[in-house]
């Protein structure tokens, strides 16, 4: 109940902010970029410290995939912002002259960001980039399953950024239920398919605009290579994509492989070189792995592999460690396609590897099931990339690598289906978050008679020719007009 | 005979719902609907039976809303024909994946951006412009290479099965069907998964196709409404000004049009001027008994017109009626009315009028009233009538609205290059010319990478100088990577 008075409070507050023009201006925004860049220069040990507790994150991989990203994003946003606030201009067609077109960008107001607990400080501060630089007051809801860091950022944001007009709510599904019977302008909701039909619904009551960053199975298609350093390549590739992010737990980690059965032997040979490689060689002695999340999320990846059919079909790894909540990276070949493991979104550091008579019914293998997130495909034959582009839908698709195109701000990151709704990064965060005004500026001069009542035959034609812009006929229009008028006038 | 006839009683349930998505999934799936050619030749039949059946259109408008003819023609028929137009000059262009440039971080590589259709689609449409919001967006569901269902507004019946009728003879039928109906038909389609859902229409409906959506998490674009109000200031040449406003209220099938004027505001001093200028205007244009002028449409329906009459029935409204007021409840007319200071609190001025009344509000200064704007629900489109530079630039950096027009009305609507929809209450999404086949594809980005580059940076066993070469990696600093892989 208190929790409720508190967050009125706030909301009213934060909407005051924001009607009375401040976070507009261009000077707030950038400095609000600053502050993040601030934050996160100051902080580094202890979002380290965050990150580690809650998933046992190694700093490398913190800087790789939170704080790196946070960087560059705000950097980026830095340098383009004052680009991005300027109206875009419209073409107009010769018939509405004189006039202006353009579309002006402008912040929704007060809106909402959900941040899921794998990568709870880039998944918090990275659309909060997009927020601030589209000119928004924001509410940040941290998940309550990374307790360290939604702690960190609520006792950080407001040391660095405007408190009157950013602001963190710490809490569970609670909470966040609590939230969602509010009015926001827009929500942003990074997480699962199901939490976010919620949001939607919620959302729905308001006619609030939604960005849902979901997940879904992200297949990888491994063509059949013959050259082994290549070989070695995809593999360490395959394996960077699947236990490097968060052990597994990641939107665009890797779900399963797709290959050629003869080939499959080799593939699962090289992964297995490269786990001992990368992460070593027995459970006691992983190193660079992130930590299942909590119990439960343990509990789940366990109990998918307690089906019989599931555990036969493991050929490496597969020991678990509850104290620690580590799960060795295990890799499957076949198992059953309606169990568990190839049904639901893994979210995990088991890699099933589904072998195919020939490596092209991957695509129909793909088109069978929701659309994900992103495809990965490692493939020379240009014929094969062809087909895989135009016949597989996801929100992204990369070929010959896994995973960096989440580093481009050039490309939109987002789902389609039920890996989601709407993109961002780079200048899609900022447009995410604002409305495209368009702005049309007419003249009192020159009026065009034929627009208005009483209608005769004469301002039809001119219409008709008007509307497909039919200038020289209009002419030759208006040219008849004059000569029967001076012929009328002159008898 | 009689089996059509059995035919049309079965009810299109949730059954049939579902079956029909499922034959336009699998067509879908066949590939027909991504070729270019098959897009070229669906927008061409939509133009050539626009073309051919005009006749039969504008009869339909004038059975419905007994639309004016030229109205008809210029609202609807050249509108949706522009449209078509321009789609087919745009089309291949806007099918080419556009190339992207990528930056250092991920070097060696080449990205683009593919647009592809989303699936199958639904359109639900409106009843005020019956034949433009029904095929417009199919215009750029098509466009975009989508299978689509369109569900044309029961309460336009004559249009509704005009569409179904020249939909089914000239397209493809197996990839584009019409639905028609009522609420029943409505709720069976909702109840399916659909890759996109467009819909035209109020606020309270928009609320529940998107909490149907939400249940499959179907993305949608909702063009709704909203009250659109018309700031005069007095620094504007009066007539035109008059003409226009007139032309952007009743001329819009009279007042019943989302971006219609459906209020003004002016300052105290300049109301008398404004509203003589309306009402000479007015004469020229609609006579002066305009319940007689076959110039302006009818109210739709007797809920529309009854809805309308209880808006002037308030004693403290009535008394504000400046011009007009007549009603003729047998044709379903009101003239047209100007009231002059209607209580705030009034529901004439809480809820969108969506008719022939238009009430005039007084302020001190014109400035103030922007401000005071912006506590309101968000409307479709905003006006302003001025010649002064810096109260445009306040008019445009202070009203939030779907679009901002200056100096005239709902003219934003046939310009093919601005994106036409609204924000909050007036909706989500936008759409026309371009941005039609924009939103109904999905923008996918491809990222083209090689064996070579690999940089063992991104692997582990992690050590300090992977980790600096990754900051500079990150940072797109050359300097920095060059440091970084030197050892420095």
Request: overall charge neutral; proline content about 6%.
């Amino acid at each position: 109940m208190e929790a409720l008075d508190g967050l009125e409070q706030s909301l009213t507050e934060l909407r005051q902010t924001f009607t009375s023009g401040r976070t507009r201006d261009v000077a707030w925004r950038k400095d609000q970029l600053r502050a993040i860049l601030k934050l996160i220069d100051h902080n580094e040990a202890k979002i380290n410290l965050a990150l580690h507790q809650d998933l046992c994150k190694h700093p490398v991989e913190i800087y790789r995939d939170e704080i790196g990203v946070v960087k560059k994003s705000a950097n980026y946003s830095l340098s383009c912002v004052e680009k991005w606030m300027a109206p875009k201009k419209g073409r107009i067609p010769w018939l509405f002259f004189p006039s202006r077109g353009e579309v002006l960008p402008e912040p929704y107001g007060l809106v909402l960001i959900f941040v899921a607990w794998n990568f709870p400080i880039s998944l918090a501060l990275d659309p909060l980039i997009g927020a601030i630089s589209a000119g928004n007051t924001v509410v940040i809801k941290p998940s309550d399953l990374s307790p360290a860091c939604s702690a960190f950022l609520a006792s950080t944001i407001p040391l660095y950024l405007d408190p009157t007009a950013v602001r963190v709510i710490e809490g569970g599904a609670h909470v966040a239920e609590q939230l969602l019977q509010h009015r926001w302008d827009k929500i942003f909701f990074t997480g699962s398919h199901r939490v976010g039909k919620i949001v939607m619904s919620a959302a729905a009551k308001h006619l609030t605009p939604v960005t849902l960053e979901l997940g879904g199975k992200c297949p990888v298609i491994v063509d059949t290579l013959s050259d082994p350093s290549e070989i070695m390549v995809a593999a360490k590739r395959v394996a960077g994509g699947k236990w490097g992010p968060c052990s597994g737990q990641a939107c665009i980690a890797i779900d399963y492989v797709l290959v050629d059965r003869k080939f499959a032997p080799i593939l699962i040979e090289f992964l297995k070189k490269i786990i001992h490689q990368f992460y070593g060689e027995n459970l006691k002695n992983l190193k660079y792995l992130s930590r299942i999340v909590n119990k439960h999320h343990f509990a789940r990846l366990c109990s998918i592999l307690e089906d019989p059919r599931v555990a036969a079909s493991i050929v490496y790894g597969g020991s678990l460690d509850e104290n620690n909540l580590i799960i060795e990276p295990t890799i499957l070949l076949d198992p059953p396609l309606d169990s568990e493991i190839m049904t639901e979104e893994i979210f995990g550091p088991l890699l099933p590897i589904i072998t195919l008579d020939n490596i092209h019914e991957s695509i129909e293998f793909i088109n069978l099931r929701p659309k994900p997130l992103a495809i990965y495909a490692f493939t020379k034959d240009e014929k094969f990339k062809k087909l895989v582009l135009m016949e597989t839908s996801s929100g992204s698709l990369t070929f010959n690598d896994v995973m960096v195109q989440f580093l481009c701000d050039e490309l939109p990151f987002g789902g389609v289906g039920q890996s989601g709704i709407g993109r961002y990064h780079g200048k899609y965060s900022f447009d995410t978050f604002s409305h495209e005004k368009a702005v049309l500026y007419r003249s009192f001069f020159l009026e065009l008679e034929p627009r208005y009542p009483p209608w005769n035959e004469f301002k039809l034609q001119f219409l008709r020719f008007a509307y497909i812009f039919d200038y020289f006929r209009l002419l030759l229009l208006l040219l008849g007009r004059k000569l029967q008028q001076m012929f009328a006038s002159s008898h | 005979m009689g089996s059509k006839d059995a035919k049309k009683e079965e009810a299109f349930d949730a059954e049939a719902a579902r079956s029909l998505v499922n034959d336009l999934r699998g067509r879908f799936a066949s590939g027909k609907t991504k070729s270019c050619e098959w897009r070229v030749s669906q927008l061409k039949a939509m133009l050539k039976f626009t073309n051919e059946h005009e006749k039969d259109i504008i009869d339909a408008l004038r059975s419905d809303l007994s639309k004016p003819m030229v109205e008809s023609f210029i609202t609807e028929i050249a509108m949706l024909k522009a449209s078509c137009e321009f789609t087919l000059k745009g089309l291949k262009r806007w099918m080419m994946p556009e190339k992207v440039k990528t930056s250092i971080t991920t070097f060696p590589s080449s990205a683009e951006i593919v647009p592809e259709p989303l699936g199958v689609v639904l359109v639900i449409s409106a009843w005020n412009y019956p034949f433009l919001l029904a095929l417009d967006p199919v215009i750029g569901a098509i466009a975009a290479g989508n299978a689509v269902v369109l569900k044309p507004s029961e309460i336009a019946p004559a249009t509704s099965s005009l569409l179904a009728k020249l939909v089914g003879e000239y397209m493809d039928s197996s990839a584009v069907k019409v639905v028609e109906g009522a609420i029943p038909e409505t709720s069976a389609l909702l109840e399916q998964k659909w890759d996109k859902i467009f819909y035209t229409g109020n606020g309270k409906v928009g609320r529940i196709v998107l909490a149907a959506a939400a249940r499959f998490l179907t993305p949608v674009a909702l063009e709704l409404g909203g009250k659109c109000p018309v700031f005069v200031d007095s620094d504007v040449n009066v007539k035109v000004m008059a003409r226009r406003v007139i032309a952007g209220k009743w001329g819009l099938n009279n007042g019943q049009a989302c971006v219609s004027a459906d209020h003004i505001i002016t300052t105290k001093d300049f109301a008398p001027k404004l509203i003589d200028a309306l009402k000479v205007e007015l004469e020229k244009f609609y006579g002066n008994d305009p319940l007689k002028s076959e110039d302006l449409s009818r109210i739709v329906n007797s809920n529309h017109f009854a809805r309308l009459a209880k808006l002037l029935d308030d004693d403290k409204v009535s008394g504000k009626i400046v011009l007009g007021g007549q009603i003729e409840s047998k044709d379903l007319k009101i003239a047209p009315t100007i009231l002059l200071d209607v209580p705030e609190d009034s529901l004439i001025m809480n809820e969108e009028i969506f008719g022939p009344l238009l009430p005039v509000i007084t302020v001190d200064r014109l400035e103030d009233s922007f401000r005071s704007y912006n506590l309101k629900e968000k409307p479709l489109a905003a006006y302003l009538f001025t010649n002064k530079k810096k109260l445009k630039e306040e008019f445009v950096r202070n009203v939030s609205a779907g679009g901002l027009l200056i100096n005239d009305i709902g003219l934003h609507l046939a310009n093919p290059h601005l994106p036409f929809g609204g924000v909050g209450e007036s909706g989500m999404g936008s759409y026309h010319g371009k941005f039609s086949f924009d939103t109904f594809s999905h923008k996918k980005p491809v990222l083209y990478r090689s064996f070579g580059g690999d940089a063992s940076a991104r692997y582990p066993p992690y050590a300090p100088w992977k980790l600096k070469l990754l900051k500079a990696l990150l940072d797109g600093s050359i300097f920095g990577i060059i440091r970084a892989l030197l050892g420095w």
